[in-house]
T-cell receptor, first 116, second 112 residues
């Protein structure tokens, strides 16, 4: 079974530039998450999709971040304009719509963003 | 509310045991444990549910104290491959949110 795919793996941009990250979840996984992981910290949820609808985007800085999941499959996260504090690893994760009570998230390899 | 993990870091020799704790100030519905190796994605280890259900790894165990809003991860007879940062993720919003808040992590180093 193919895992969660993300691209690019690394990106270096200057502040005030824009950047986009792409995620392709595991086939059949209805729920997709975007996380921001700052060095030395745990992943912080930015947005959660269920199919192509947003479940929670309360921690997404909407003045500069946007995300979409067209057709309920792959997703794009965009930052425009970037700030120095956006330097982090951006992780995408997906999970199968729970069958019963248990569910687990599968993470992609992440995109390491450096803003200079 | 971010769960609190302890210790922040631990160094073990191969074969030694370790316990990693995770506590929440809010009522927990489930606790998930992940391990992340340097430069890699977090990998699922365990899930513990309110009410006692548990699913996960066959060489690592965990407990869930609902009253104390705490979970502990037990690594016994550690191997070099256990090295990494362990995160607990808590589901606080009740059944059906399918959303986790992660702690800051516990860095485990296993040395020969």
């Amino acid at each position: 079974e193919a895992g969660v795919a993300q691209s690019p793996r690394y990106k270096i941009i200057e502040k005030r530039q824009s950047v986009a990250f792409w995620c392709n979840p595991i086939s059949g996984h209805a729920t997709l998450y975007w996380y921001q992981q700052i060095l030395g910290q745990g992943p912080k949820l930015l947005i959660q999709f269920q199919n192509n609808g947003v479940v929670d985007d309360s921690q997404l800085p909407k003045d500069r971040f946007s995300a979409e999941r067209l057709k309920g499959v792959d997703s794009t996260l965009k930052i425009q304009p970037a700030k120095l504090e956006d330097s982090a690893v951006y992780l995408c994760a997906s999970s199968l719509y729970p069958q019963g009570k248990t569910w687990e998230q599968y993470f992609g390899p992440g995109t390491r963003l450096t803003v200079t | 509310q971010q769960p609190v993990q302890s210790p922040q870091a631990v160094i073990l020799r191969e074969g030694e045991d370790a316990v990693i704790n995770c506590s929440s100030s809010k009522a927990l519905y489930s606790v998930h444990w992940y391990r992340q190796k340097h430069g890699e994605a977090p990998v699922f280890l365990m899930i513990l549910l309110k009410g006692g259900e548990q699913k996960g790894h066959d060489k690592i165990s965990a407990s869930f104290n609902e009253k104390k809003q705490q979970s502990s991860l037990y690594l016994t007879a550690s191997q070099l491959s256990y090295s990494g940062t362990y995160f607990c993720g808590t589901e606080n919003s009740g059944a059906g949110s399918y959303q986790l808040t992660f702690g800051k992590g516990t860095k485990l180093s296993v040395i020969p």
